[in-house]
């Protein structure tokens, strides 16, 4: 091998090396606006509730080896809504009077913060999550009303949901349409509204649920637990069909429903 190739191939590794570091910078940008986006890939779906036993902790319906984590209520605590975020991978417990809101942190069986929405006022009901951006949606005291604020606790505000006939009993968030979906009190009309409360549509559930309803948005179903059947998870279509249940033996009508992130936010 001559000197003239060897040069050849330096000069040449030399430029293919100047391009790998140039491309470096926009690699490191894309993962961390991997990281900051929140769930890259979905796992499998689970579906949780909150236990009625002693320690009432949350009890997971999920793949093999999925297990309950503590919800750490207490005697004087009354829990009125429980949501779950998949992207930190974070259970919200809605707390008496309404305004107080406790956050547990899956992984870890910790909790993470616990916080009152500021200027919000006493209400009970359910509550969802928008995973894009962590707001939290909850009922609030008047018919229709909902309550926004961050996951953080800092109220961004509040408005109706158009065209219900009654208070919602449950509520849900639809992130891949970035919809809400709001379980009526007869608990069989959802309603379908935008995030400013616009009405979008409507259908009705073939079984009576509530008081709390969740939102598949991988396969575009919701699910709520049916009315005189405990521990009973109905899982409805589009069109309001009762295509199967899930059995949660022992568990509180308050239940959410969540794909397992591989990647969170926190």
Same mark, same amino acid.
């Given at each position: 091998?001559?000197?003239?190739?060897?040069?050849?191939?330096?000069?040449?590794? $030399?430029?293919?090396?100047? $391009?790998?570091?140039?491309?470096?910078? &926009?690699? !490191?940008?894309?993962?961390? +606006?991997?990281?900051?986006? =929140?769930?890259?890939?979905?796992?499998?779906?689970?579906?949780?509730?909150?236990?009625?036993?002693?320690?009432?902790?949350?009890?997971?319906?999920?793949?093999? +080896? !999925?297990?309950?984590?503590?919800?750490?209520?207490?005697?004087?605590?009354?829990?009125? +809504?429980?949501?779950?975020?998949?992207?930190?991978?974070?259970?919200?417990?809605?707390?008496?009077?309404?305004?107080?809101?406790?956050?547990?942190?899956?992984?870890? @069986? !910790?909790?993470?913060?616990?916080?009152?929405?500021?200027?919000?006022?006493? !209400? *009970?009901?359910?509550?969802?999550?928008?995973?894009?951006?962590?707001?939290?949606?909850?009922?609030?005291?008047?018919? +229709?009303?909902?309550?926004?604020?961050? @996951?953080?606790?800092?109220?961004?505000?509040?408005?109706?949901?158009?065209?219900?006939?009654?208070?919602?009993? =449950?509520? *849900?968030?639809?992130?891949?349409?970035?919809?809400?979906?709001?379980?009526?009190?007869?608990?069989?009309? /959802?309603? /379908?509204?935008?995030?400013?409360?616009?009405?979008?549509?409507?259908?009705?559930?073939?079984?009576?649920?509530?008081?709390?309803?969740?939102?598949?948005?991988?396969?575009?179903?919701?699910? *709520?637990?049916?009315?005189? @059947?405990?521990?009973?998870?109905?899982?409805?279509?589009?069109?309001?069909?009762?295509?199967?249940?899930?059995?949660?033996? &022992?568990?509180?009508?308050? /239940?959410?429903?969540?794909?397992?992130?591989?990647?969170?936010?926190?």
């Amino acid at each position: 091998m001559n000197a003239t190739f060897i040069q050849e191939i330096t000069l040449r590794a $030399r430029a293919m090396t100047t $391009r790998k570091l140039t491309r470096l910078p &926009g690699v !490191a940008l894309a993962l961390a +606006g991997l990281a900051l986006s =929140g769930c890259a890939t979905r796992g499998a779906l689970h579906v949780y509730a909150v236990s009625a036993g002693p320690a009432q902790p949350i009890l997971d319906e999920g793949p093999p +080896g !999925a297990q309950e984590v503590p919800s750490f209520l207490e005697p004087d605590d009354t829990l009125t +809504g429980f949501a779950y975020d998949p992207f930190t991978d974070h259970f919200f417990l809605r707390l008496a009077p309404g305004n107080r809101i406790r956050v547990v942190d899956r992984p870890a @069986r !910790a909790i993470k913060r616990e916080f009152t929405v500021d200027g919000a006022p006493p !209400a *009970a009901g359910d509550l969802a999550v928008r995973p894009r951006d962590g707001h939290l949606y909850l009922l609030g005291a008047r018919t +229709g009303e909902i309550i926004e604020c961050t @996951r953080l606790g800092k109220l961004v505000g509040t408005f109706s949901l158009d065209q219900i006939s009654g208070h919602p009993i =449950g509520l *849900a968030l639809d992130a891949t349409n970035d919809q809400l979906l709001a379980l009526g009190p007869d608990g069989r009309r /959802v309603t /379908v509204h935008d995030r400013r409360g616009r009405f979008l549509r409507e259908y009705r559930l073939e079984s009576q649920a509530g008081p709390a309803l969740a939102f598949d948005a991988d396969r575009g179903e919701c699910l *709520a637990p049916l009315a005189g @059947r405990k521990g009973e998870i109905g899982v409805f279509d589009a069109a309001g069909r009762l295509t199967r249940t899930q059995v949660l033996p &022992g568990a509180t009508p308050l /239940v959410d429903a969540g794909p397992r992130s591989f990647l969170r936010v926190f």
